[in-house]
């Protein structure tokens, strides 16, 4: 029997293939016989985040804080040796660096830093490989002076870049001076829609949509500016949605003589834990916004001191769909600090929602306001920068059963560590350990059992008679990942379709 050219050249194909591979089959492969391997946990190699530029005509100074605690103990070992991190000003579209203005070569350890403020100044980046990598973190603090300039002290916690965000608690009411700003880090333009949702709906401004960011800059947009379409400008749910890139975004909130600061980013979710409340709240305002096309139905409670509680008149909330609804919760925490659950009431459905808190804390010579956002459990460790003495304070929620977490303080040298137990259901006020060192430290929180655990770092100090205070929530501080596991097969490149 004879071959012709094109069998005997699909057989010698074959075979090249065959002794390439050593084990290739010309048929259909068996079906794997094992199931793939679980996801591995490793230590993170590079982070990097995004600071806001400072605060645009307003009196006060502004400083830095970078924490890098490396890999939390008890996980996975980090096996990098060396690394830095740097803060340093934004690259400029044409690829001219900024300057640095802070460097850190050890792990568990903490720098600070002050940059250029008023206009055109520049938003910071930074960056961090090696054992410096695993939940870095930087505190921006602004210590305002000027009572019209909202006197008190605006914090934010630097965030990676990311292409979706939810604010809760903005406003365009007069009086208020509100401000969205949205930093491109790239080398190529980014764009992106900005959706406003109030008590009466959605506020219809097509200048919102399509919004540019150029590369290597900042675009600020005064929220009052957006309310349009007969909205009510209070009480403001804001979604920035990005198109194309990937940015940074920050909402700062000046309140006249009632304060200033920043809001904390969170995401839609069917229910929400708002950990940081202060024992001496004078005042909390919820915001909830229902972006979806069902109404939501939910049910308040507090982690107080003693478990879960319900406050007295407020047990549940209704929100219309695409609307927002605002609590006046007064002084709902009543000297014991807390955190705020929203869960669906019995028989409604789970309705996707964004929730903030407005917190007003007052003296004798006036007040400061900071706010609360929805945020997620701790994973494996959250870690926050910018502690100054005995000004930091960790209100720790346990959302299920009692809970341990262990408590480390970070400055120069080996950190300063203590374990805390928190009932089920309850919040305890902490205040941070501080290291040996003394001067700037940054510390985490760790749980070690029980749990879900939630977080908020308070950072108070007080200035003629008022009580100046912000409060970040802690959620993860991403030192860890987890990796798919894969293995490659040869045969199947000779397997028939």
């Not at 579209?93 to 460097?103: E, H, I, M, Q, V």
């Not at 080398?187 to 406003?196: E, M, P, V």
Request: net charge negative; with cysteine.
């Amino acid at each position: 029997m004879s071959i012709n050219r094109t069998t005997q050249s699909l057989l010698a194909a074959l075979g090249v293939l065959a002794a390439a591979f050593g084990i290739a089959q010309v048929h259909r492969p068996a079906a794997p016989t094992t199931a793939a391997a679980a996801p591995v946990r490793t230590v993170v190699q590079t982070t990097s985040l995004v600071c806001p530029p400072t605060l645009q005509g307003v009196t006060g100074s502004t400083g830095y804080a970078l924490a890098a605690p490396g890999a939390p103990s008890g996980g996975p070992a980090s096996g990098a040796t060396g690394g830095s991190a740097t803060l340093a000003e934004l690259p400029q579209a044409d690829g001219t660096p900024g300057r640095t203005l802070a460097t850190a070569s050890t792990p568990s350890g903490s720098t600070t830093a002050k940059a250029a403020t008023g206009a055109g100044a520049p938003a910071l980046v930074a960056d961090a490989t090696g054992a410096l990598a695993p939940g870095l973190t930087v505190q921006q603090t602004t210590t305002v002076t000027d009572a019209v300039d909202g006197r008190g002290i605006s914090g934010t916690s630097c965030t990676a870049t990311g292409t979706d965000f939810w604010f809760a608690g903005a406003s365009g009411a007069k009086g208020r001076n509100d401000v969205l700003e949205l930093t491109d880090t790239e080398t190529t333009a980014a764009s992106a829609d900005i959706q406003l949702i109030g008590p009466d709906g959605e506020a219809e401004n097509t200048s919102a949509v399509g919004v540019t960011v150029p590369p290597g800059g900042t675009t600020a947009l005064p929220i009052a500016g957006l309310v349009t379409g007969g909205v009510d400008g209070t009480d403001l749910a804001v979604h920035v949605s990005v198109r194309n890139g990937r940015i940074a975004a920050a909402l700062h909130a000046q309140n006249g003589t009632n304060g200033s600061d920043w809001l904390p980013a969170t995401a839609e979710a069917t229910s929400a834990v708002l950990p940081g409340l202060p024992g001496d709240t004078s005042d909390a305002r919820l915001v909830v916004a229902a972006p979806g096309p069902t109404d939501a139905d939910l049910q308040i409670q507090l982690a107080s001191q003693t478990g879960w509680i319900t406050p007295a008149g407020h047990e549940t909330v209704h929100v219309k769909s695409g609307t927002v609804s605002a609590v006046d919760l007064g002084n709902v925490t009543r000297g014991q600090p807390a955190a705020l659950r929203l869960t669906p009431t019995s028989g409604s459905p789970a309705v996707p929602i964004v929730a903030g808190i407005q917190v007003t804390r007052s003296g004798s010579g006036g007040t400061d306001t900071a706010f609360l956002a929805g945020t997620t459990p701790i994973a494996t460790r959250a870690t926050a920068a910018g502690g100054s003495g005995g000004d930091t304070t960790l209100l720790i929620t346990s959302g299920g059963t009692a809970a341990t977490v262990q408590i480390s303080a970070y400055g120069t040298g080996s950190p300063t560590t203590k374990t805390v137990t928190v009932p089920a259901g309850a919040t305890v006020a902490v205040p941070a350990p501080q290291p040996a060192s003394g001067g700037t430290y940054g510390v985490s929180v760790q749980p070690t059992s029980g749990g879900p655990v939630y977080a908020a770092r308070e950072l108070a100090r007080s200035s003629g008679g008022i009580p100046m205070f912000t409060v970040q929530p802690l959620p993860d501080d991403h030192s860890t990942v987890l990796v798919p596991q894969s293995h490659q097969d040869p045969t199947i490149v000779l397997s028939t379709p």
